[in-house]
C-alpha cells in the first residue's frame, strides 16, 4: 500500500476511539455581574463525582464513578442533574439530558444570599443597656 492510504486506513480506525473519549459535560459559573465564580462546587447525579471551577468559572466532567468507587464513562440518552453551591450563594441546579460527545451548558449564573430583616416595634430603652463606654481590659499609661 501507499504511504497514504495507510495515514488514511490509521485515521479511520484511530477515530472512533477518539471521538468516545471526548465524552464530557462542561459549563461556566458566573455571578449577577457577570463576573465568573471560583472555587464553585459541582456535583453531578447520578455520577458520585464533584469538581471545583478554576480561575475563569468554567468546569468539566469526562468520568463518573460507579457504587465501587472506579471510573466509568459518562452514560449515552441519561439525564444528569448537574448541581452548583457555594458559601454564600444560592445554590442552583440544571437537569441535563445527555446524549454523546462533548456538551457545553449555558451559562449558569449564582445569585447571592441576602438576608432578610423584618421590622421591630420594640422600644429599646438604652438607659437600661449595660454600660460599654469604658474599657475592660488595662490600659498602658507609659513609663
Known sequence: MKPRR???LAGLLLAPSALAANRSIGGAVVDRNGEAV?????????GNVETVTDDTGRFRFEYLRDETGNRT???????????????GYHEEKVTVDYRRGELMLPTISLS????KLDNSN???DVTALPDRSQSAGGSYEGE
Do not use: M, Q
Request: proline share 3%; no cysteine.
Open 6 to 8: 495507510w495515514i488514511l
Open 38 to 46: 471560583a472555587r464553585a462546587n459541582i456535583r453531578i447525579a447520578p
Open 73 to 87: 464513562r459518562l452514560s449515552r440518552r441519561t439525564t444528569y442533574e448537574v448541581a452548583v453551591f457555594k458559601v
Open 112 to 115: 447571592e444570599e441576602t438576608i
Open 122 to 124: 420594640a422600644d429599646i
